[in-house]
């Protein structure tokens, strides 16, 4: 079996932005940041196998969330598999989340479903009715029969609009739930099957300032194996989260992993987290656009102003292209000048527009092929680039 301890080490600096690269070790092998993990948060991509997911360069994933896994199929399934890696048959490093992002998302749309209190949250699943209840220990023990080698503590999401009191109210409880948390991994640090696991913390406080720094603080002090930054804004507002790292880099821990939730709407995303110092990042966007026909399509090339790299649009500004669109019938080009990706490589444009056109269930798995692709392009270009610029 497998004793690899995680461990992360900080190996390039920047010389002239935050950016960074750091070497993870995990108990499924090791990864090097700048990494974007694909999201198979109900333990499945959009219509790609993990085959596919490695041939894009996806270093580790985000698999199988704790909430979506409780309700379908439930843990017995899990375990009886042996755990999500054996489950879904992927080999390399994953991470979970809590299910505190989910819960989130529950009690925006069903705030009837969804009762928080300081124990934790009982939610009535929108559709079965059954009742789950969670817990910060019993999202942890939850993380251990799943099994991934990053898992997160159980936090409460803070929605963008709320008044200062209210966002203190979420940061301290998430305060108390990670030091639950940490107390429930502390019992049993390997996951059901022996495997090491790291404990991510998650820094909350909104939009404010003062309270983003006395959360980055608390996470610090409670000495996580890494450190995560959360929150409705993370990701979906890119002005607001580049601002809110912008706060923190300063005192975050250098040696640690830092990982933005939910960032990568579009490929230039990640060059602006990076740029600010973050190491690691999830989104379900880049599938969910395959899936509806949003294809990135553009290159990296030098942002002067900032001494770093962008991702241009070579077709349009948005950097996407529309593949329905009619101008894409006879269009023999591959979707993306520069990518090496396997539709790419094989597929034109012409060849997609018919496949989305006539809803082909082939379409979706290409489509995710190209998008994971251009991410981790993304990550790879960046990563070369801190190397030969190294502080
Ligand atoms: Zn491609």
Known sequence: MNQNKYASKLIARHKNTKARVVEVTTAHGNFITPCFMPVATRAVFNNMGPEDAADTNSQIILGGNTYHMLVSPGMEVIQHAGGMHKFMNWSGPMLTDSGGFQVFSLARTNPKNCKIDETGVKITHPETKNIIMMTPESSIITQKTIGADIIMAFDQCTPDDLSVDEAVQIMHRTHRWLVRSMEQHAKQPQSDYGYDQALFGIIQGGVYQDLRLESAEFI?????????????????????????????????????????????????????????????????????????????CGKIEADVENNWLKFTGTENAEARILIKKSIYKLDDNPIMADCKCYTCQNYSRSYLHFLFKSNQVAYTRLACIHNVAVMQLACDTMREFIINQQA
Request: one cysteine or more.
């Open 220 to 296: 610090i002090q409670q000495n996580t194996d890494g450190i995560a930054i959360g929150g409705e804004s993370i990701g979906f507002d890119m002005e607001k989260t580049k601002l809110i790292m912008q706060w923190l880099e300063p005192i975050l821990p250098a040696e640690k992993v830092r990982y933005t939730m939910g960032v990568g709407l579009n490929p230039q995303d990640l060059f602006d987290v990076v740029r600010m110092g973050v190491d690691i990042f999830d989104c379900v966007a880049p599938t969910r656009n395959a899936r509806h026909g949003a294809l990135y």
